[in-house]
Nanobody
Framework: QVQLVESGGGLVQPGGSLRLSCAAS????????MGWYRQAPGKERELVAT???????NYADALKGRFAISRDNAKNTVYLQMNSLKPEDTAVYYC??????????????WGQGTLVTVSS
């Protein structure tokens, strides 16, 4: 079974940067679109960015220019570079992946989340 493990969250001052990583492990035939979502306290989970296996990206409009998603297919890892962080970026960030399992079943997999806190 595929698992996603995020890392890289933490406390950062406003204006600072963080890089999140999410590594997929376990049996699968392919990992298709991978992405990042976030959920702030008292709010619904929202899209941050997605990236296809071929490298096509999609961003939430409000985050374009500050956040950048990338992936290393050889390592089954997706990254989120976050720059010019603001207090409103404080949230739990979740990794997501569309996976084709060993029996050709389609699975949507979520990581456990990593907390990003932007505060002085």
């Amino acid at each position: 079974q595929v698992q996603l493990v995020e890392s890289g969250g933490g406390l950062v001052q406003p204006g600072g940067s963080l890089r999140l990583s999410c590594a997929a492990s376990g049996g699968s035939r392919s990992i298709n679109t991978m992405g990042w979502y976030r959920q702030a306290p008292g709010k619904e989970r929202e899209l941050v960015a997605t990236i296809t296996e071929g490298g096509s990206t999609n961003y939430a409009d409000a985050l374009k220019g500050r956040f950048a998603i990338s992936r290393d297919n050889a390592k089954n890892t997706v990254y989120l570079q976050m720059n010019s962080l603001k207090p409103e970026d404080t949230a739990v960030y979740y990794c997501n992946a569309g996976v084709v399992g060993v029996y050709y079943e389609y699975l949507e997999v979520w990581g456990q989340g990593t907390l990003v806190t932007v505060s002085s």
